[in-house]
């Protein structure tokens, strides 16, 4: 299996912009995480789905964020419109069951909000 | 806030030397695991702790788990410079993590 994959990798992009982050889980997996990391702020969970579903969004800062999950294959995180204070690593993680079981991080967005 | 919280925030040691880190949490749980995140990438999960075990190995990791205290610890033996990382740990209530120890292991 490839893991979890995450793209795109890098992102830079101009305040204001419309900036959208993509996760695919492992195949299997029915739990899928973002999480956002910062050298202030540590590493915040945003939002969590099981089986598609968005669980918890307490974690998502505020109405710029959403995220989606339209099949068991693919997330999707959107931040409209990108502020600079919005720059951080992104990770996406899925697990089989949450809390029970490893959950296996992509590698990965490094957001640059100009 | 989160339920996991690592303590020292940062440790520095001597290749060879251990490396011991603690972590507290608030409520009961079923599990706690303990992940390595190396600079720029992401967490890779090292090891899990049922709440019915006190003591587990893998490999030069040893983590213990005392439900009493709600506190785990995460012991490196024998460390190495490739170990250089930072440890965080997460229980199973809601998958949260704290800020982390930051270990520097020293060639």
């Known amino acids: 299996d490839a893991g979890v994959i995450q793209s795109p990798r890098h992102e830079v992009t101009e305040m204001g912009q419309e900036v959208t982050l993509r996760c695919k889980p492992i195949s299997g997996h029915d739990y899928l995480f973002w999480y956002r990391q910062t050298m202030m702020r540590g590493l915040e969970l945003l939002i969590y789905?099981?089986?598609?579903?968005?669980?918890?969004d307490s974690g998502m800062p505020e109405d710029r964020f959403s995220a989606k999950m339209p099949n068991a294959s693919f997330s999707t995180l959107k931040i409209q419109p990108s502020e600079p204070r919005d720059s951080a690593v992104y990770f996406c993680?899925?697990?089989?069951?949450?809390?029970?079981?490893?959950?296996?991080f992509g590698p990965g967005t490094r957001l640059t909000v100009l | 806030s989160q339920q996991g919280e690592e303590d020292p925030q940062a440790l520095s040691i001597q290749e060879g030397e251990n490396a011991t880190m603690n972590c507290s949490y608030k409520t009961s749980i079923n599990n706690l695991q303990w992940y390595r995140q190396n600079s720029g990438r992401g967490l890779v999960h090292l090891i899990l702790i049922r709440s019915n075990e006190r003591e587990k190995h893998s490999g030069r990791l040893r983590v213990t788990l005392d439900t009493s205290k709600k506190s785990s610890s995460l012991l490196i033996t024998a460390s190495r410079a490739a170990d250089t990382a930072s440890y965080f740990c997460?229980?199973?209530?809601?998958?949260?993590f704290g800020a982390g120890t930051r270990l520097t292991v020293k060639p």
């Open positions: 993680a899925s697990s089989f069951s949450r809390g029970y079981n490893e959950q296996f």
């Open positions: 997460a229980t199973d209530v809601d998958g949260r």
């Open positions: 789905f099981n089986n598609n579903v968005p669980i918890d």
